[in-house]
């Protein structure tokens, strides 16, 4: 099973400020990698799949990149509605595994 | 407008059956894998099985194979996943989501419905 490992744990960012988040499975996923917002209370949205492609809906403020065992979500100028827990997951190999997180709190 | 609508809480004792569902609409409900995900109390996310309801093939994670029971009903495009007998660590919140590729390997859940809180306790 590919272990997910999330960092930071916690980011604290100012409104307006850029935010970059990181991901690295235990080994390589290709390409075959998503994000997910989880907003309090609510399920999570899917933001991001394919390492970089975002998905319908989602601001272009949303970035994302890398390939194999590094990946980042980058946040350009962070909204109020952005503070959230962020999730990435594998999908090229079964079973599929998630992050553990990164939640975005406000600074 | 893709929408999957889940049942309500439930709060259930210690070796009771249970079982939640999931109706999609706004897509063809019998064409797209649809699965299950575990968030426990404070927790992330756990990935724990699939469904394609169109020939009810099924798909479980390891970590949850023989302890869930994943199906559905086509005729009224809904999904289910059920406990024959639940225990304390099964409480949780469950989100059912749709996969939007055909290939069940490599798949990720592009749409979620907003949860059903199962709590169990004596």
């Known amino acids: 099973e590919i272990v997910m490992t999330q960092s930071p744990a916690t980011l604290s960012v100012s409104p307006g400020e850029r935010a970059t988040l990181s991901c690295r499975p235990s080994q390589s996923v290709s390409s075959n990698l998503a994000w997910y917002q989880q907003r309090p209370g609510q399920a999570p949205r899917l933001l991001m799949y394919?390492?970089?492609t975002r998905a319908t809906g989602i601001p272009a403020r949303f970035s994302g990149s890398g390939s194999g065992t590094e990946f980042t979500l980058t946040i350009s100028s962070l909204q109020s509605e952005d503070f959230a827990v962020y999730y990435c997951q594998q999908y090229n190999n079964w079973p599929w595994t998630f992050g553990q997180g990164t939640k975005v709190e406000i600074k | 407008e893709v929408q999957l609508v889940q049942s309500g809480a439930e709060v259930k004792k210690p070796g009771e059956s249970l079982k939640i569902s999931c109706k999609g609409s706004?897509?063809?409900?019998?064409?797209?894998?649809i699965g299950w995900v575990r968030q426990m109390p404070g927790k992330g996310l756990e990935w724990m099985g699939i469904i394609y309801p169109g020939d009810s093939d099924t798909r479980y994670s390891p970590s949850f194979q023989g302890q869930v029971t994943i199906s559905a009903d086509k005729s009224i495009s809904t999904a289910y996943l059920q406990w024959s007998s639940l225990k304390a660590s099964d409480t949780a919140m469950y989100y059912c989501?749709?996969?939007?590729?055909?290939?069940?390997?490599?798949?990720?859940?592009?749409?979620w419905g907003q949860g059903t809180l199962v709590t169990v306790s004596s």
């Open positions: 989501a749709r996969l939007p590729y055909g290939n069940y390997r490599i798949n990720f859940f592009d749409y």
């Open positions: 394919g390492a970089s």
């Open positions: 706004g897509y063809t409900f019998t064409s797209y894998w």
